[in-house]
T-cell receptor, first 111, second 112 residues
Framework: GQQLNQSPQSMFIQEGEDVSMNCTSS?????WLWYKQDPGEGPVLLIA?????ELTSNGRLTAQFGITRKDSFLNISASIPSDVGIYFC???????????FGKGTRLSVIA | DAGVTQSPTHLIKTRGQQVTLRCSPK?????VSWYQQALGQGPQFIFQ???????QRGNFPDRFSGHQFPNYSSELNVNALLLGDSALYLC???????????FGPGTRLLVL
């Protein structure tokens, strides 16, 4: 099935550093969602973006909906150990259509 | 406010067997979608249920079937299990027409 292109695949960072990851698609989406998944758990919704160009924050997390509607970015500022996990982007065409996911970015934080 | 719940948490089956997974949506949600997540991959859409009918289906064979009950809970059935069906099966719920979907903890299925 279709998957979005997420990069980087994995990253190792020092505690306190900022993190950036992105997600691209060959087709347009009208909604972008960012999820975090811990081992053995389901994805937890972090941020939802509904409009091209939109910039939305949730605490130390900031995400942007790309102007072309084919990409999205997630930034985490001042990382802490509990940020460890896999971050997934998901695109959606309309409210009744399925989510299309990337393969995830695995984040490791070194204390 | 109860979130999405799924049962069982883990399941081990052998090839050729059949399995039923269950999902209760977040309180008030009327739409349930099922996703399969293979190891190291993002979730892949299986199908979506609303008003007890399958509304959309991903690229999965007919061995995968489902049901939604009047209380909005849902079941995923997989027949004639293959080794490749081993995965984390996720249920997500939302209000019909709304974009944001909330996921349950998943059921880990291992087919031997």
């Amino acid at each position: 099935g279709q998957q979005l292109n997420q990069s980087p695949q994995s990253m190792f960072i020092q505690e306190g550093e900022d993190v950036s990851m992105n997600c691209t698609s060959s087709s347009i989406f009208n909604t972008w969602l960012w999820y975090k998944q811990d081992p053995g758990e389901g994805p937890v919704l972090l941020i939802a973006l509904y409009k091209a160009g939109e910039l939305t924050s949730n605490g130390r997390l900031t995400a942007q909906f790309g102007i072309t509607r084919k990409d999205s970015f997630l930034n985490i500022s001042a990382s802490i150990p509990s940020d460890v996990g896999i971050y997934f982007c998901a695109g959606q065409l309309t409210g009744n259509t399925p989510l299309v996911f990337g393969k995830g970015t695995r984040l490791s934080v070194i204390a | 406010d109860a979130g999405v719940t799924q049962s069982p948490t883990h399941l081990i089956k052998t090839r050729g067997q059949q399995v039923t997974l269950r999902c209760s949506p977040k309180s008030g949600h009327d739409t349930v979608s099922w996703y399969q997540q293979a190891l190291g991959q993002g979730p892949q859409f299986i199908f979506q249920y609303y008003e007890e009918e399958e509304r959309q289906r991903g690229n999965f064979p007919d061995r995968f079937s489902g049901h939604q009950f009047p209380n909005y809970s849902s079941e995923l059935n997989v027949n004639a299990l293959l080794l490749g069906d081993s995965a984390l099966y996720l249920c997500a719920s939302t209000f019909w027409g709304q974009e944001t979907q909330y996921f349950g903890p998943g059921t880990r299925l291992l087919v031997l």
